[in-house]
């Protein structure tokens, strides 16, 4: 079983900057893709970034160039440095994690709160 905490989620001003963390527990970080999702309110949740065991990244359009997910495998730890923020990044950010065998993210965090004020 494999345990998500994210932390790291707050209040911030438009153009100002948050890192998210979230700590893996539970089996080998390493066999696993980490994940960053979203998900504002009355809107469907949507996929911000992902970064594989081996270090390769992909972001969404939206947040290309101002988002960094990276990892830790020596921590067990995923971040993700959020930059130049807007007040539409608001949402519930969640941490998710996908085995390298398995098709669907299997383990999620509970999620923490980014609001942006304009």
């Known amino acids: 079983q494999v345990e998500l905490a994210e932390s790291g989620g707050g209040l911030v001003q438009a153009g100002g900057s948050l890192r998210l963390s979230c700590a893996f527990l539970?089996?080998?970080?390493?066999?696993?893709?980490m994940a960053w999702f979203r998900q504002a309110p009355g809107q469907e949740r949507e996929s911000v970034a992902v970064i594989t065991s081996g270090g390769s990244t992909n972001s969404a359009d939206s947040v290309k160039g101002r988002f960094t997910i990276s990892r830790d495998n020596a921590k067990n730890m995923v971040y993700l440095q959020m930059n130049s923020l807007k007040p539409e990044d608001t949402a519930v950010y969640y941490c998710?994690?996908?085995?390298?065998?398995?098709?669907?993210?299997?383990?999620w965090g509970q999620g923490t709160q980014v609001t942006v004020s304009s």
């Open positions: 998710a994690a996908r085995s390298i065998a398995s098709p669907t993210y299997d383990y």
């Open positions: 539970g089996r080998t970080f390493a066999n696993y893709l």
